[in-house]
C-alpha cells in the first residue's frame, strides 16, 4: 500500500470546519460530515479525524469503528483514476468475476488497494443499475460497458 | 411561486400549469436514468438541443430529460410526445434526422423503431404502449417517469401530484388513512411482505409526542435498482405518500435514507424536498391543515446491513449500523428511541395510489395474500434487461419469456434468482408459479426487493451460491456470531467444492450448518443467509455432486475445474487467440497449430471467446484430462490458397 506525504492543502482546517459548521457539530450527524470530507478530500487522513472527533465531541476511537465498519471511507491515500468493477449478480453471471481477475493483473492491485505511483485505485462496488451493460466497469464515472477480459486492457491503456 | 395553503389553491395551481401547456407541443422525453445515462444520454439531449436551435425551433418543442422507464436494455431510449413515438438506442448523431424528420416533417424513423427480435416479419413498432416489453406490465409506480422531469415539481403536479396530500389531510382523520392502508392489504416491499397498514397502526398507537418516519432507500440487493428509479425518476411520489404517512402517524419528522452510491437518488430527492417546501407541501401547516412535516436526506455509508430496519436506525444516530434485537419493534421504540415507522421507496410510492383510488384500486390487483403490482429488476442472461412492474400473481414464465423477451444466444434456461442475497434460486419445473410473497417463499426463495436474476445453461449454481456467501461473509456486520461464523464455515465449503476440494458429506454439512445459522441469527442478513444455500442444494444437488465426485463444473464457470483447449484439428493458425492471450500461454505462429499452454494459462477464457465461430477451435474441458499437445512437427499447417487464409 502505498503511503505518501498527506496533502495538507486538500485536508485544510477552513475546508474541514466549513464541513463540520454545516452540521451545526451535531455528533449525531457524524456520518454525514465523514462521507462529505471523503467526497472533498478523496480520503481520511489522521489529522482530519482527530478534527473531527475534537469538534463533534466523539471519541476517535467512534470514529475509527465507524470508518472501518462503512465501505465508503478510505483511510489511505486514493489513485488519480478510480476503477469500479461491478460484481453485482447479473454481471457475476456474465462474467465479472473473470474481468476482474484480469483488470486486477494488468494493474497489479487488488480490490481496495491503490497501487503504489498512486495511478489506479481498484474496488469492487455492488450493482451500479446498469445491469443491461453487464459486465460493466467505470473508471473515473465513465462507463465502459459489455466488458471483455480482452477488452479491459484496451481500456485501462488509455489512462495515464 | 407562493406558498399553496389550502386544496383549493393547488387545484388552481394544477390548472395554471396545465393551461400554461400546449397539449400539442411536440416533447422530447429523454431517459436520463442510470442505465441510458452510461449509455450515452446526456449527449443525446445536448445534441437534440443544439439541433433544435440550429433550427430555429427552441420555443417549440420541448426536450425533458425524465427518470429511467425500464427498457434499460435499449437505452438511450426517447419518446416523442404528443404521438408517443418510441425511438430506441439513440445515438447522439440521430439528432439531426429526428428533429428535421420527426419533430418538423412528422415522419418516424424507421432504423430507431423497435423491432420485435423473435417476429417472423421484423415488426417495427412506433408507440411506447405497444412494445411487448411494455404491453404486458402494469406500470402504476414507474408509468409516470417517462412523462416527468424529476427536477420540476410542476411536472409531478400535471399529473396529478399531491391530491392524495390534499385528500388525507384535509378530508381524512389520521385514523381513516391508517384504517385505509389496512383495507388495501398493501404489503412491505422491502422484503418481508409484512403488512403496511398493521406497521402503521402500532406506530399510530404508540403513545409519544415525537415519532418518525423513514423512507428505506438503502438498497442492497447487488441486483436491483428499482428503488433507485423510483427515487431517482419520481422523487415527489416518494415525498406525498411519506408525508401522508406522517400525517397518519402523528409524525412531523422524517428522513429519506439513500445509498450513497446512488448520487443522483440523493440530489433529485433533495431539490424535490426544497421545491416542497416552497410550495407549501412541506413545512408548517401543510395546505392549511395545521399539520406540521419536514424531511431530511441521510445518506449511508455503504454496508448492505443498514437495509435491516435497526440497523439503519444504528446508522442514522451515527452509529456502526449494527442491527439490535428486536423486540422492541420500531413502531414502539425506534430512532432515538422514539416509535418510528420504516417502509421502503416503492411502498412508501403505493401510498398517493390507495388514497386518491381507494383500497379497491390496489385489493383488485393481485393474488388473495399480495395486493397490486411490484417492480422487478429483471436482469441477467435475459433479453429485455431492464425494469419491470406487474400484476402480483403474474407467473414467472411470464416475466421472463413474455416481458422479458426469453433467453439470448439461444441458450438453456436454468434457473431465476429472486431476493438476493436472501432469496434463491427457482428452476425450470416451477416456472409456472404465481409470483406473490407467499408462492415464492414455498418453493425456497422469497420476493424480496425485486431483484430478479434470470440464469442460463453457462451458470453455475455452486458458484452462484458461493458468489451470495461471499457477498453475506463481507456484509455480515459481526455482532452476532451465527450469522458472522456460519456464514464463514459455509462458504470455505463452497469455495473448497468449487475448487475441486469438496468431500463427501459436504452437502449434509453444508445444509447443517445453514439451519442453525438461519434459526440463530439476530437479524434477517443472517437468517436468510441460508436461502441461496439451501435452494440450489435443492434444485442443482447435481450438480454439486459433480463437483464433488467428478471435479467437474457442468456450466464451466469454477476456474479450478475446467481447461481450456485447443483442438488441433479444428485450428487454423489464425493467430487472433494468440495475439489476445493476456498471460501468452498460447504457443504458436503463422501456419502452426496453436496449443495452450496448461501451466501458463489463467482461464480468462479470452481464447475461447475471441476463437472465430466458424473455427471454433478453442473448447472448454471439465472433469476430464486434457489431451496432450500433439509433436510440434504435425502443428504445421500446409498452406492454402489465398481464399481460405
Known sequence: MAKKKVSTAATGSSKIDKIIAKYHGDAGSLIQVLLEIQRENRWLPKEALEKVSKQLK???NRIQHIVTFYKAFSLVPRGRHEVHVCTGTACHVRGAPRLLDSVQDLIGIRPGETDMDLKFSLETVNCLGCCALGPVMVIDGEYHGKMAPAKS???LKNYE | MPRIESPAELEKSRKDIISKRDPDKPCIAVCTGTGCLALGAANVVTALKEEIKKQGLEPKVDVRETGCPGFCERGPLLVIYPEEICYLQVQPADAEEIVSQTIVAKKVIDRLLYVAPMADKAKKIVHESEIPFYKNQMRNLIGNNIKIDPKSIDDYLAVGGYSALAKAL???????????????????????????????????????KTKYVIVNADEGDPGAFMDRALLEGNPHAVIEGLTIGAYAIGSHEGYIYVRQEYPLAVENANIAIKQAEEYGFLGKN??????????????????????EETALLSSLEGKPGEPRPRPPYPAVKGLWGKPTNINNVETWANIPLIINNGADFLTSIGTEGSKGTKIFSLVGKVNNTGLVEVPMGITLKDIIYKVGGGIPGGKKFKAVQTGGPSGGCIPEEHLD?????????????????????VMD?????VDVARYFLDFLSDESCGKCSPCREGIRQMLKILTNISEGKGREGDIELLEEIAVSTGDASLCALGRTAPNPVLSTIRYFRDEYEAHIKEKRCPAYVCKELISYYIDPDKCKACMICLRKCPAEAIIGGKNQIHVIDQEKCTKCGTCFEVCPDRFGAVTRLSGEPVPSPIPEEARIIAKKSKKDE
Open chain 1, 58 to 60: 466523539v471519541p476517535l
Open chain 2, 457 to 461: 445453461e453457462d451458470t453455475c449454481m
Open chain 2, 170 to 208: 384535509c378530508q381524512e382523520s389520521p385514523e381513516q388513512v391508517v384504517e385505509l392502508v389496512k383495507n388495501s392489504n398493501l404489503r412491505g416491499r422491502g422484503g418481508a411482505g409484512f403488512p403496511a397498514g398493521l406497521k402503521w397502526e402500532f406506530a399510530r398507537k404508540s403513545r409519544d
Open chain 2, 286 to 307: 401543510i395546505l392549511g391543515s395545521g399539520f406540521d412535516f419536514t424531511i431530511k436526506v441521510h445518506q449511508g455509508a455503504g454496508a448492505f446491513v443498514c437495509g
Open chain 2, 433 to 453: 408459479i404465481k409470483v406473490d410473497f407467499d408462492e415464492l417463499a414455498k418453493v425456497g426463495a422469497i420476493m424480496g426487493s425485486g431483484g430478479m436474476i
Open chain 1, 153 to 155: 486492457e484496451e481500456v
